[in-house]
């Protein structure tokens, strides 16, 4: 382009569009499809008007898509493993046990405290709401749990996992950019992450034996475990397919054969042991998902989830999304932000302070959880140095800023995968994953009172 977009001008334009966006989304009450294909028309004509070429606009696109299209397939190849587990008695199987081995009146912390546990082995939120954290929201449902709490609590353990575990391929990139060892890198995150944890269980403690005192209806239980047990064939077997995506996931096996070779287990013992299943409505299924008729309307709702239809909605959506980011990067408006938010720190808490506003900036921008970490970490790095503090105090505030957050954008990869999975708007669980919450805020109190922040020797 023949101008380059000043600090200025960058604020005015993303405050434009988040504005187009959030109105969409809470007055209008839109998808978010529609308001981020207008960005991206009223992006490609300011840059127009600062001489820029529709070529240029093309292949910001273009590029900016291409970095989704691993997360794009996984989202998808999800969508049929789900519909597989359903269909095949998968998650019908977990769901009857899980009556009756988790209390009503301790189902959150339950359910932050078996997401934190499949997380940390996997290092994966996807993995760990794909599996566990399918059947959890399934049991809370059932019991009555707001969809938005129960998603919230258990998005928060999943996301314990994706920040902290060595395993986690963010963990990993974030100690990676930034020049850290990995164990110190993990041993100094414990700062905020240890603290946030804590709040966050001991809220899901206090508000599950809150809830408890309002009664549960057992009767309900009673009858979704009988419809569960007449529809299906509970046998340990369906539980094969997602015990070997949690081995080989913990081997760091590639994410996308673990899942078609999820997918190929669950086909077979589904058609095998399920009578009223063949290969014919398997195949089906995994494409539109399950119908299927229990004569119980609360195991229906649980069970008739999943299919590759069903993930065409985010899918479309963090293309869409991923476009706008990469056309933003392509106008220079992400690194004219971020580069202005540095130039104006004026003591080390507002290093810190400024690396958590771009991470979440970022994440919020372009909607992809390795820019939220890579841009700040490479713009941010020589302000560090600067101001006398370690290294891991940035590598650890890109994870607080920029791993955790992605799950609360809605245009998000993270957080449009979580909302197809589970059922429930990224607004809906928003307000109640505290953890995510949490990290940022606790980073920031960090930065400006100096506890825990690493000094050049």
Known sequence: MKKEITFGQSIGIVVVLLGLIFASLFLLGLAPHVPLLISIVALCTIGALMGGKWKTFEHGIVE???????????LMLVGVLIAAWMVGGTIPTILSYGFNWISPRYFLISALLITILVSSFTGSTFTT?????????????AIGVNPGLAAGIIVSGAVFGDKMSPLSDTTNFASGIVGVSLSD???????????????TAIIALVIGISTHRTGVNYGDIEAVQSALGDTFNLNLLTLLSPLVVLILSIKRFDVLPTLVIGIIIAVITGVLLQPTVTLGSMLGALQSGGQIDSGNEIVNAIVTKGGLDSMMFSVSLVIIALALGGLMRELGVVQALIE???KQVRRSGDVVFSTVLSSIGVNVITGEQYLSILLPG???KPLYVKWNLQEKNLSRTLEDGGTVINPLIPWG???AFISQTLGVPVVDYLPFAFFCLLCPIFAVILGYT???IAKQK
């Open 64 to 74: 900016g898509i291409k970095v989704g299209v691993k997360p794009i397939l996984i």
């Open 129 to 141: 709401i794909s599996t566990v954290g399918v059947a959890l929201f399934g049991i809370g449902t």
């Open 185 to 199: 890198h993990i041993r100094h995150m414990l700062w905020t992450t240890l603290p946030s944890i804590i709040v």
């Open 340 to 342: 202005g938010l540095a």
């Open 378 to 380: 490479q713009t941010f």
């Open 413 to 415: 990869v993270s957080g």
């Open 450 to 452: 100096g506890l825990g």
